[in-house]
């Protein structure tokens, strides 16, 4: 028991030497420190944002540990199936059980003497601003503690020695702003005032992202409240997010070990989640609809966001010429190559300029606190894709669409629209305003008003936007306009060396009554000679890096080896 292992010195003293180990492997949870700076301007804390709780990897859970305890006692701890443990020796030899503790008295241990040694729980990605935050806001604490003396006694002179320069260096890298300490707010020193500011930048993040999360969910919480009423005094509030790339063919359920090696092509899917969908049984909740398409259809840009987003509201016939909504919401990340772009954002406009609603509102997450209702409803969209092997895009279709939530819309090459363009020509570029703000707003065709956040101190501006041959246009003649100028998306197509892939590599591993579709077709001769010219650019660069890499090594052969003669040769002479 406990008591006993405490008088045991050779039970404790290895317990105790691989507690410090754990202790040594955690981190401090970055999103807790700079949420519990946040509360605590705020004058209120979390009941459980303790800093001082150390974190250990998600893959390391109280087992894992037990059984790395045990192997560095020479141990070997395998779990039996009523999740007991089974104790045997490395070497073979008979089992000593006074060498190490049992797992519960293990468990004891740990909660007794080291409560701040937490077991992760599965989460997902951490911002990547507040991790740095964290970081930093740690090694400028550990240097303020180190000037203050409050350091152990016992620290190793000559590790401090060592460390020195390298800590003046990282000081001045991150002091490099030119902090002025002569204002009389300011702190003592440039650290202090460097850590302070560092502060204050975390506070304006979290604080931002937390107002921007509260908006998303009052415009979802106003669509679900005017459910039931006409077109014009409705609310619609949707989710626009591409999910992961999955693959066909894919051998999920049974795969060839051919297969590991080869690319299959790849399949791009972009959801639009209705947070007020009225579903079959009379409840109101979240419905995705979702556009899936290969590489051969089209790729992931902003004016296949744009196209997809009209597709969409066309299809929940929300673009009406007799009837204009009340208020268009979507909430997207801050993925600026697919969502937040002048494409994209200038949409807004064009649909209020077309009378479709009175009011758009394209909302933006802040960046590292982006998950949405999407992101759930892509776990359920693969469920069964996970567990098949799926050969052509029809099996795929169906795999998709097997639950209740999300209908899935195959896309074609003609749904894609050339958005960019028509914009280009009606509208100006919005430089410098896009990166740094998170709501566009549109209520007219001519103008969008921008907010960095819904933060009381960022006030809302207004952009004119529209050229001016067209201010004077009536809404006819924009349309004439926009008939000519929006036309279908070019694409090249699938890469003829994928063409080539699918029919030598995959189409032997098929069931042969799938041989006959497109995609496992012969390809044509203009492809093979694409594919052979695109082998040979291929061996000819692996040839020349190749090269390159030889005569590198080479040279820095040749300076290990008389590099130190060289010296001293020249050192004789002179």
């Known amino acids: 028991n406990y008591n ?20 040594n492997l ?20 979390n009941r459980d944002a303790s800093l001082d709780c150390t974190y250990l990897p998600i893959s390391m859970g109280y087992r894992s540990c037990y059984r790395r305890y045990m192997s560095s006692l020479g141990y070997v701890a395998e779990t039996t199936a009523t999740g007991s443990f089974k104790i045997r020796k490395e070497d073979g030899s008979a089992v000593d059980s006074g060498e190490f503790v049992s797992f519960p008295t293990y468990l004891s241990k740990w909660k007794r003497d080291y409560p701040n040694l937490k077991v992760s729980k599965p989460v997902e990605d951490i911002c990547n601003l507040c991790y740095t935050y964290a970081h930093r806001q740690k090694f400028f604490s550990d240097h303020m503690t180190r000037c203050s003396g409050y350091a152990d006694d016992d620290d190793d002179d000559e590790d401090n020695e060592d460390n020195d320069q390298n800590v003046v260096d990282e000081l001045a890298r991150l002091t490099r702003r030119g902090i002025n300490i002569n204002c009389p707010e300011c702190a003592s020193n440039e650290v202090a005032e460097e850590k302070e ?73 972009l959801g639009m989640v209705d947070h007020a969908h009225v579903q079959t049984d009379g ?42 909504g009340s208020e268009l919401n979507i909430v997207f990340d801050n993925c600026c190559g697919q969502n937040k772009n002048k494409t994209v954002l200038r949409l807004a406009p064009w649909l209020a300029q077309l009378g479709y609603f009175l009011e758009i509102n394209f909302i933006f997450l802040v960046v590292g606190h982006t998950k949405n209702a999407a992101d759930r409803l892509f776990n359920l969209l693969r469920v069964m894709y996970r567990k098949k092997n799926l050969y052509i895009f029809d099996q795929l279709v169906e795999a998709l669409g097997m639950s209740r939530t999300i209908t899935v819309h195959p896309t074609v090459s003609e749904d894609f629209l050339d958005y960019g363009n028509l914009f280009d020509f009606f509208y100006k570029k919005l430089t410098g305003q896009i990166k740094q703000n998170h709501i566009f707003s549109a209520t007219q065709g001519d103008e969008i008003t921008i907010r960095e956040s819904f933060l009381g101190q960022h006030e809302e501006f207004i952009v004119p936007v529209m050229k001016k041959d067209f201010k004077d246009r009536n809404y006819q003649e924009i349309v004439d306009a926009a008939e000519t100028k929006l036309t279908t998306l070019e694409w090249e197509g699938i890469n003829p060396y994928k063409v080539y892939e699918l029919f030598k590599n995959f189409r032997p591993y098929v069931p042969v009554q799938f041989h006959s579709d497109p995609m496992y077709a012969e390809p044509s001769p203009e492809v093979l000679a694409k594919v052979k010219a695109e082998k040979v650019d291929r061996k000819e660069f692996r040839a020349t890096l190749k090269k390159k890499k030889y005569d590198r090594m080479k040279e820095q052969l040749k300076t290990v080896a008389f590099g130190d003669a060289d010296d001293k040769a020249d050192g004789a002479v002179m």
Request: net charge neutral; with cysteine; aromatic share 8%.
């Open 4 to 23: 006993s292992v405490e008088n045991d010195t050779r039970k404790l003293e290895p317990l105790v030497s691989h507690f410090e180990y754990l202790m």
């Open 26 to 45: 955690g981190e401090v949870r970055a999103t807790r420190v700079v949420s519990s700076w946040v509360d605590g301007m705020g004058s209120h804390n």
């Open 197 to 269: 500011q560092m502060m204050l930048e975390a506070a304006e993040h979290i604080k931002m992202a937390r107002v921007q999360r509260q908006l998303y969910q009052d415009k979802v919480d106003k669509a679900r409240r005017t459910v039931g009423k006409i077109h014009s005094e409705r609310t619609y509030t949707f989710v626009v997010d591409y999910g992961q790339n999955m693959e066909l063919p894919v051998f999920n359920s049974e795969q060839p070990g051919a297969m590991y090696y080869y690319s299959p092509m790849t399949v791009n899917n």
């Open 283 to 324: 409840t109101v909740s979240e419905h995705m609809h979702c556009h899936v398409y290969t590489d051969a259809v089209g790729k992931k840009g902003a004016n296949n966001v744009a196209s997809l987003i009209m597709k969409t509201l066309r299809h929940l016939n929300l673009l009406c010429k007799d009837s204009v």
